[in-house]
């Protein structure tokens, strides 16, 4: 090369050395003077430009042709061939790092000697052949290219397509991690590099992928998700470096390691990518929407695509494949991605249909409705009845009807005329005693219930002792909401609404303050919750208590060490409450040992250990009630008989049921149990008369719970609608011909109103 052609070079350099790599501060690569085709501003996102190819002839007439061979380049010293896979097959991206060893090649491609080599006498001014040139036409920065790419260990050559390139810096290794220049490393796989100025991110663009890394940092993100690399990105000589392996499994690269030639090869795929879904379910003769999803690895645009089987809707159930490809604008076509549709059979509406054991009634005559419903996939998910009294009490024509809907959302209504003649069978008041099912309610005249003879029942009690954490029922802040020490029978009943402005979970902490190590038996549970509305969480909560009575599903067993704190009814912290919601808790337990209870609401992320001894002890409200009360399982037998008159037996009204009486032991005073929440009835009636309706009338205001009766949970009342005191009675139980004996088991749910009547009526003669 003449010394003109040197010179010329040399100068190109010196003007485009700023543009080589990426500011090392991470600010703008235009800070400088740099024309607007070095730079491109996209928002605060700058694109940093490329290095030239360069001929292999020009390469090795250079004066140095390998920095790896320039001490002032060297960032690894030799001796490192133990950190390389000598695998020489394909190695998983998720592979360990491919760690560089000592130069084998110079900058020439000639097979070097596999030593260091300084030489005091080589000038360390580098040559226009070792720096990334760039652009400086008007054309794009970025040579695409095909052919899989080669890198040399401990140098800054690449090879592709028979063309040798230079990075900035060489393959380095940092304790044990292999690193290369990201700004040459991409642009001869194909992407693109950005750098953004307001994260202080560096970016790699693949297609639809984007990587984004820091200096100094293992984490890296890919789209958005966070992923560490095995050492922290860094500058060296303003070129960014970063673990070679966290662009390989980024973007699925597959490498081979040779190393005899002290190279490592880059499998590159630069086809474009295509891929498509379609809906979850596909009926014949239904529209089929295909979504498609296509990129190109070197961010070309995607100039065409064909499909293979590909149909708007197909008229036939079967299985179908369909293939799509795309082509990019260099000309090269996706492989074909093809997915299996399974057609099934057009979907039928469901068919209402419902049969009358009559067409003709007596106004007050019971009607009996068959639902005969079908559906071809026997998915009918809805029923909606309109009409359908189970009597008539004005004649004429009456009009039912039926609507179905299948879990495709497609409905059907049936609709059937009826005929009401202006003959009577049963008036409304004696049809609802002797026809209402068990469960469902119906409205009577509630002024006469007050006249009914009550039933002189008297009461026994059994030992177990009631702590009733009820007040602040709305909790405005951190803090214990109740503190109380028990042995032996325990009843929780724990009812709050969080109000602290945070989403908050509430803990109950029992320690054993005892010598020995205490067993805590939880016997059964009924939790309901968070939910923004009291009485429903009062009445599943009494819901579940029951039904764990019945089956015994949630009894645990808790050893708690001396000295030990553990959480106790962990159901209760479960899921956190927001604002507004309220929890609804009741559990029997057992211990043997006293232990002491902290019931806390905190913020859902504390550690209720850990601030516990912090936490303020927080006052009534005022309104609500809170205490510890003993005796609170009370057991009434009555023995005479009941139900050949209307009668009554009231609960929860201080009168015929008195209050518990108890402490509220963090103000130190007596305590009052109003409306005897809390307390379990266990009522015997060992002679109710034949032919007796037994009905659960409110008389404090509306009420949403349940009861067991003879065992079975009998809801009050049912279709998610509250009695309405004092007008609407709920059916328990009917007699039949004979007396018998009934057990009905009942205690008072949260958020409802007491007190309450169990009504016992004859009923009319049947026609």
């Known amino acids: 090369m003449n010394l003109k052609k040197k010179l010329s070079i040399l100068t190109a350099f010196a003007v485009f050395q700023a543009f080589a790599v990426i500011p090392a501060n991470a600010q703008a690569a235009d800070s400088s003077e740099a024309t607007p085709v070095n730079t491109a501003k996209v928002k605060s996102v700058e694109v940093v430009k490329k290095e030239q190819p360069i001929a292999e002839s020009e390469v090795k007439s250079g004066a140095t042709t390998d920095p790896a061979n320039n001490p002032s380049n060297n960032s690894q010293p030799a001796n490192n061939e133990s950190a390389i896979e000598p695998n020489q097959g394909t190695t998983d991206p998720s592979g360990t790092e491919a760690t560089p060893v000592n130069p084998a090649t110079g900058a020439n491609g000639e097979q070097g000697t596999g030593e260091e080599t300084n030489t005091p006498n080589t000038p360390n ?47 380095a290794v940092k304790n044990g991690v292999s690193y290369v220049a990201i700004r040459a490393l ?6 693109d590099v950005k750098y953004d100025n307001q994260t202080k991110e560096t970016i790699i663009l693949s297609g639809t992928d984007e990587l984004r890394f820091k200096t100094n940092s293992k984490v890296y993100t890919v789209n958005g998700e966070s992923r560490t690399m095995k050492g922290p990105a860094y500058q060296e000589k303003n070129t960014f470096m970063i673990p070679l392996t966290s662009i390989t499994q980024a973007l699925n690269i597959t490498y081979t390691v040779n190393q005899p030639a002290k190279t490592v090869v880059l499998k590159l795929n630069t086809k474009p990518v295509a891929s498509f879904t379609v809906q979850k379910e596909i009926f014949a003769g239904d529209q089929v929407i295909y979504t498609t999803k296509n990129s190109s690895p070197n961010g070309l645009p995607i100039v065409d695509e064909q499909w293979t089987g590909r149909q708007d809707s197909f008229d036939q159930p079967g299985v179908y494949t369909v293939t799509y490809t795309v082509q990019d604008s260099s000309g090269q076509w996706s492989n074909p991605y093809t997915l299996t549709i399974k057609v099934e059979r057009p979907n039928l509406p469901p068919v209402a249909m419902f049969t009358t054991d009559k067409e003709e009634y007596k106004m007050g005559e019971k009607i009996s409705y068959t639902d005969q419903s ?14 359908n009294a189970l ?32 003959e009577t069978l049963y008036n409304q008041s004696d049809f609802n005693k002797l026809f209402v099912p068990v469960g469902d309610k119906f409205t009577f005249n509630g002024g006469e219930v007050p006249g009914m003879e009550k039933v002189p029942f008297t009461y026994t009690d059994e030992p177990s002792l009631l702590i009733r954490s009820n007040s602040p029922e709305t909790v405005n802040q951190e803090g214990i909401v109740y503190k109380e020490s028990s042995f032996g029978q325990t009843r929780f009943m724990i009812h709050h609404v969080n109000n602290t402005g945070k989403r908050v979970k509430m803990y109950v902490i029992a320690t054993n303050n005892n010598p020995y190590t205490a067993v805590f038996d939880q016997q059964n549970m009924g939790f309901a919750g968070p939910t923004p509305f009291a009485t429903v969480a009062g009445k599943l909560s009494i819901d579940k208590w029951f039904k764990s009575m019945q089956t015994g599903a949630d009894s645990k067993r808790v050893y708690i060490q001396p000295g030990e704190s553990k959480l106790i009814l962990t159901e209760l912290n479960n899921i956190s409450m927001k604002e507004g919601q309220v929890i609804s808790l009741y559990s029997d337990a057992f211990s043997d040992y006293t232990l002491d209870y902290n019931i806390v609401m905190i913020e859902e992320n504390k550690d209720p250990m850990a601030v516990l001894s912090s936490l303020p002890v927080l006052d009534r409200d005022g309104v609500h009630n809170r205490g510890t009360y003993p005796n609170a399982t009370r057991i009434i037998t009555y023995d005479q008989e009941v139900g050949t008159k209307p009668s009554r037996l009231p609960l929860g009204d201080n009168a015929s049921d008195p209050n518990l009486d108890g402490t509220d032991p963090m103000a130190f005073t007596s305590a009052s149990n109003a409306g005897n929440f809390g307390v379990l009835y266990k009522i015997t009636l060992n002679n109710v008369a034949p032919r007796t309706l037994i009905s659960f009338n409110p008389r404090g205001g509306k009420y949403y719970g349940s009861a067991l009766v003879n065992g079975q949970l009998v809801q009050l009342s049912n279709n998610s609608q509250s009695l309405s005191a004092p007008n609407e009675q709920n059916v328990l139980y009917r007699t039949g011909s004979y007396g018998e004996s009934v057990t009905i088991v009942f205690s008072a749910a949260p958020g409802s109103n007491l007190p309450v009547n169990i009504l016992f ?6 026609k």
């Open 186 to 191: 991409v642009d001869r796989v194909g992407y």
């Open 391 to 422: 009597a008539f009490f004005l004649p004429g024509p009456k009009t039912v009807s039926l609507t179905v809907t299948d879990q495709h959302g497609l409905s059907n209504t049936y609709t059937k005329e009826i005929m009401i003649t202006s």
């Open 761 to 766: 009526t004859p009923l009319p003669a049947e």
């Open 125 to 171: 001014t580098p040559t226009p052949a070792e720096v990334e040139q760039p652009t400086t036409g008007g054309t794009a920065a970025t040579v695409r290219s095909a052919g899989d790419l080669t890198l040399y260990m401990n140098s800054n050559k690449m090879v592709q397509d028979g063309k040798t390139y230079l990075a900035g810096q060489p393959m």
């Open 374 to 387: 079908t559906d071809d996939e026997d998915a009918i998910v809805k029923r909606d009845w309109s009409n």
